[in-house]
């Protein structure tokens, strides 16, 4: 089988051509970083704008770049959610069009659901496995035991670790995204400096919460510049030193947490803040520990591509999964319902 994936769920515009024996044909992944940079975050409006502006481009280019037509598609999946409900619709009225258009079926896919599956489609691992979902956006462990059966065991009470990266970098006048720019300042500095707290260790289960780093990051800095009437660099070294070792010590311990929960053959990260090496150290030290194989897919797979969407829609299609033109686009759409209350939800 082969599928065309979309992606618009967020602040990148993606397409993608996937087989169902895990080749990537194509990839195409156009951000939009540039034109929220004056906004400290994302702009919905400006986001979904730029969706339907660039959805169909994106799509003609998946194509060419496979080399296929639309006539070699099985079907086409696409994001019906959660996300930035003009950006999802955009995304999914153009997969209505091109299903319609081409005879195909459709299939709409949880993002979520794209994000915990990839390491099936990187590395082709069976099920159950622990997913540690950590992006800008969100931050949760996840069994997966099928292509549609996820179990949250916990997650961020309130920032998710990107986020809070992101406002460190601000805090700091550090270029943005913040992860990348806190990382290569923390290389060069001391974590032992400065105690930052490790938040909701001491209390049981997977839950996690990181504004209050921000705000211990926050008043170092103030009580610095009270001080010296200023930060140098190795204060602000050592400040993102800090940081991301409280960070990677509050994903670690509660990874060893949710292994020992819920045990699984492997540890998988997925999300942009996958890319942090501390982090990826310190998580693959956990599954190590606990006799599990640790699985983090290339970064371009981490963040969001519409890869991972072609993925999940051939995983959902195999189960017999089909849409229709009624697909609706949901703005929140939790991948365990049991777990997570469906309050103000498409459906
Ligand atoms: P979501 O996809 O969950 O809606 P998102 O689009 O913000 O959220 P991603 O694109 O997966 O998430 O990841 C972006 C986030 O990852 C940013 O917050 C960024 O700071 C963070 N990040 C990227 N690289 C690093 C790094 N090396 N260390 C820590 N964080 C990082
Ligand atoms: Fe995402």
């Known amino acids: 089988s082969i599928f065309l994936g979309i992606e618009s769920s967020c602040d990148d515009t993606a397409a993608a051509i996937v087989t169902g024996d895990r080749r990537i044909l194509s990839s195409v992944v156009a951000g939009q970083t540039e034109m929220h940079a004056d906004f400290g975050g994302v702009v919905p409006e400006i986001a979904a704008r730029a969706h339907a502006e660039r959805l169909d481009i994106c799509a003609e280019q998946a194509l060419a770049e496979s080399g296929l037509t639309l006539c070699d598609l099985t079907a086409v999946a696409v994001t019906a959610g959660p996300g930035l409900i003009g950006g999802v619709m955009a995304g999914v009225m153009m997969a209505k069009g091109i299903a319609a258009g081409a005879g195909l079926p459709l299939v709409g896919v949880n993002h979520l659901a794209g994000h915990a599956l990839t390491p099936r489609l990187t590395d082709g691992i069976d099920f159950p496995y622990l997913m540690l979902l950590v992006s800008?956006?969100?931050?949760?462990?996840?069994?997966?035991?099928?292509?549609?059966?996820?179990?949250?065991?916990g997650g961020t009470i309130d920032d998710a670790p990107g986020e809070a990266f992101d406002k460190l970098a601000k805090l700091l006048a550090l270029p943005q995204p913040g992860g990348p720019s806190v990382e290569a300042e923390a290389a060069l500095g001391r974590a032992d400096r400065f105690?930052?707290?490790?938040?909701?260790?001491?209390?049981?289960?997977?839950?996690?919460?990181?504004?209050?780093?921000?705000?211990?990051?926050?008043?170092?800095?103030d009580q610095l510049i009270?001080?010296?009437?200023?930060?140098?660099?190795?204060?602000?070294?050592?400040?993102?030193?800090?940081?991301?070792?409280?960070?990677a010590e509050v994903l670690a311990e509660k990874s060893?947490?949710?292994?020992a929960l819920s045990p699984a053959p492997f540890l998988a990260v997925a999300g942009g803040v996958a890319a942090n090496k501390t982090i990826r150290a310190a998580l693959e030290q956990v599954a190590w520990d606990a006799g599990a194989c640790f699985l983090a897919p290339p970064l371009r797979l981490c963040t969001d591509n519409a890869?991972?969407?072609?993925?999940?829609?051939?995983?959902?299609?195999?189960?017999?999964?089909?849409?229709?033109?009624?697909?609706?686009?949901?703005?929140?759409?939790?991948?365990?319902?049991?777990?997570?209350p469906m309050l103000g939800s498409g459906k």
């Open 256 to 259: 060893r947490r949710a292994l």
């Open 195 to 221: 105690e930052l707290p490790r938040p909701l260790l001491d209390r049981p289960g997977c839950d996690m919460s990181f504004s209050g780093l921000k705000t211990a990051a926050l008043r170092l800095r």
């Open 226 to 247: 009270a001080e010296q009437g200023g930060l140098r660099q190795s204060d602000r070294q050592d400040l993102c030193a800090a940081f991301q070792t409280a960070v």
């Open 307 to 340: 890869a991972m969407i072609a993925w999940a829609g051939i995983e959902r299609f195999q189960t017999g999964a089909r849409d229709g033109m009624d697909l609706a686009a949901r703005p929140r759409w939790p991948l365990d319902s049991r777990a997570a």
């Open 136 to 153: 800008g956006g969100h931050c949760q462990f996840l069994r997966v035991d099928g292509p549609q059966e996820f179990s949250r065991l």
